[in-house]
């Protein structure tokens, strides 16, 4: 089983980038699905959650209204769209999938996770 992540890179503070991450050897279309990052020198911290049908979401308050989770579990990915960013967003974004239909926002609650993209943001 392996979630891939992809899609991070440069942007200028104010741009847009969007991040996904691909599974395979299983399909995850009835996990909870969600994004974390990781800053340098600071914790893990949980970013946006989306239940399995991907009709719920649920996001940290310093990214509310600028990003946004969705999946295709058709395509058994999902994929984060980052708007407005800010230098603070700046991290390793890490993909995840957790038994369960609800949304989870704990780390614990997941049980994959993909390896991680990082996300630079200029000033």
């Known amino acids: 089983v392996q979630l891939q992540a992809s899609g991070g890179g440069l942007v200028q503070a104010g741009g847009s980038l969007g991040v996904s991450c691909a599974a395979s050897g299983r399909t995850f279309s009835s996990y909870a699905r969600g994004w974390f990052r990781q800053a340098p020198g600071k914790e893990r911290e949980f970013v946006a959650a989306?239940?399995?049908?991907?009709?719920?979401?649920y996001y940290a308050d310093s990214v509310k209204g600028r990003f946004t989770i969705s999946r295709d579990n058709a395509k058994n990915t999902v994929s984060l769209q980052m708007n407005n960013l800010k230098p603070e967003d700046t991290a390793v974004y890490y993909c995840?999938?957790?038994?369960?239909?609800?949304?989870?926002?704990?780390?614990?609650?997941?049980?994959?996770w993909g390896q991680g993209t990082l996300v630079t943001v200029s000033s």
């Open positions: 995840a999938a957790g038994r369960g239909i609800g949304l989870h926002v704990r780390s614990y609650e997941y049980d994959y």
């Open positions: 989306i239940n399995w049908s991907g009709g719920t979401t």
